[in-house]
């Protein structure tokens, strides 16, 4: 069975740092509605927290890298001049996009300076200016101090919604509902129940054939969770399923999965195993996690997180 902290470790970086900030309006506006999964980071805590910044250096994710690398394309170093930056994952047509919105203090007159020494024009689709950025990526300036940005067609779809053609974030209730309880951490994110599905089936691994997961992976309706860096390294993720059954259910099956793992591992593994708690709650299922620094500096420095965070 694969361990539940395979999952913390894959979907809290994927797709994934003071307190986050909830989700801006500008954000949410331009967030299309069939939202696939949220994560929001406030970069200020990096300076901050050695164990973040490793973190963030070792782990994060293609999809993500590619993103900062084309936002210093044009001048803007994340650590420096962001202090938020939302990225989402939405369908269109039976496609998964990602855009990203950067919330910062930008130097406007530095970053056109640059695109036009480079003779980039922009083009325009309904009254915005989109500017090619590197990586296949474009941007757009929201207003002074938010940057949109993503691929062509995700940065259509993201004014699209913001002009009201198609639905934005706001109105998909299952996510913006769950929101509250997690949008005040230092990283978080809400994800949908496909995603949500997808996300337990590879945390549970051979133990969800005996769950008959087909059949409870249904009543799985969304997640969430936030991580903080303040004292240590604290990871919660709640998992909100139809019914408290399911939630039993769920808690039961990855107690079994981790004692059992407890049995075969030592060093680091068995640390994190450890410093994880599992329980259900009403109708969420609710997985801890609790080290201090020393203790996860350790982790990332074992075969263990080298081969769940590839």
């Known amino acids: 069975m694969k361990l539940f902290f395979s999952a913390f470790l894959f979907f809290s970086l994927m797709g994934q740092i003071a307190a986050a900030a909830a989700l801006g309006t500008s954000a949410r506006t331009v967030i299309p509605a069939d939202v696939q999964q949220i994560i929001s980071v406030d970069y200020r805590q990096l300076s901050n927290s050695a164990v973040a910044g490793e973190l963030h250096d070792r782990a994060l994710p293609d999809n993500m890298k590619q993103f900062e690398s084309a936002l210093k394309g044009v001048g803007i170093s994340p650590d420096r001049d962001i202090d938020h930056l939302t990225f989402a994952s939405f369908r269109d047509a039976g496609q998964i996009r990602m855009m990203g919105v950067a919330e910062g203090q930008f130097a406007l007159k530095s970053i056109f300076a640059k695109l036009r020494g480079k003779k980039?024009?922009?083009s325009r689709y309904h009254q915005a200016l989109l500017y090619p950025m590197g990586n296949g990526f474009e941007m757009t300036l929201l207003d002074d101090s938010t940057m949109l940005f993503g691929d062509l067609t995700a940065l259509k779809s993201s004014i699209q919604a913001?002009?009201?053609q198609i639905r934005s974030v706001n109105a998909n209730g299952q996510l913006t509902d769950i929101m509250p309880g997690v949008d005040s951490g230092a990283v978080w994110s809400v994800l949908d129940a496909e995603?949500?599905?997808a996300m337990m089936r590879s945390a549970l691994g051979d133990a969800s054939r005996l769950a008959d997961f087909e059949t409870i992976k249904k009543r799985l309706l969304a997640s969430r969770y936030q991580m903080n860096f303040d004292q240590g390294v604290k990871f919660d993720l709640d998992v909100i399923t139809s019914d408290?059954?399911?939630?039993?259910?769920?808690?039961?099956?990855?107690?079994a999965g981790m004692l059992y793992k407890k049995m075969q591992v030592s060093g680091p593994e068995k640390a994190a195993l450890d410093s994880m708690s599992v329980e259900s709650d009403s109708d969420q299922l609710r997985?801890?996690?609790?080290?201090d620094d020393k203790k996860f500096q350790s982790l990332l420095n074992s075969e263990l997180f080298a081969a769940v965070s590839r």
């Open 195 to 197: 995603g949500t599905q």
């Open 244 to 255: 408290s059954v399911t939630a039993a259910t769920l808690s039961t099956v990855v107690k």
């Open 287 to 291: 997985f801890h996690f609790r080290a």
């Open 162 to 164: 913001r002009d009201g």
């Open 120 to 122: 980039i024009k922009p």
